[in-house]
Nanobody, 121 residues
Framework: QVNLVELGGGLVQAGGSLRLSCAAA????????MAWFRQAPGKDREYVGA????????YYADSVKGRFTISRDNAKNTVTLQMNNLRVEDTAVYYC??????????????WGQGTQVSVSS
């Protein structure tokens, strides 16, 4: 069991930046690959990106590549989503997730409660 808590959502103007964090209480955090997803109103949940257990490898959806960066600090049991050059279409509830498989194909067994990101024009 992994308990995940997201922090850092809010309202920002288009072109601005936000930084989301996801914290886990478990000391086994480094055993999990981590990912970020988002869900806009009326849309399906969308994969944003993922990071390997060590943090050496990251993967991104085409829609955020070059604008978003995922990193992790295993000593602090946290994973971070740095979002730059935000667009109105990035507005969504953002979720972090943990899985035990490869970062590119894991089943995401554990989810945070989500944090709202709103981008205004």
């Amino acid at each position: 069991q992994v308990n995940l808590v997201e922090l850092g959502g809010g309202l920002v103007q288009a072109g601005g930046s936000l930084r989301l964090s996801c914290a886990a209480a478990e000391s086994t955090f480094s055993n999990y690959v981590m990912a970020w997803f988002r869900q806009a109103p009326g849309k399906d949940r969308e994969y944003v990106g993922a990071i390997s257990r060590s943090g050496a490898y990251t993967y991104y959806a085409d829609s955020v590549k070059g604008r978003f960066t995922i990193s992790r600090d295993n000593a602090k049991n946290t994973v971070t989503l740095q979002m730059n050059n935000l667009r109105v279409e990035d507005t969504a509830v953002y979720y972090c997730a943990a899985g035990e498989g490869p970062a590119t194909s894991s089943i995401w067994d554990y989810w945070g409660q989500g944090t709202q990101v709103s981008v205004s024009s």
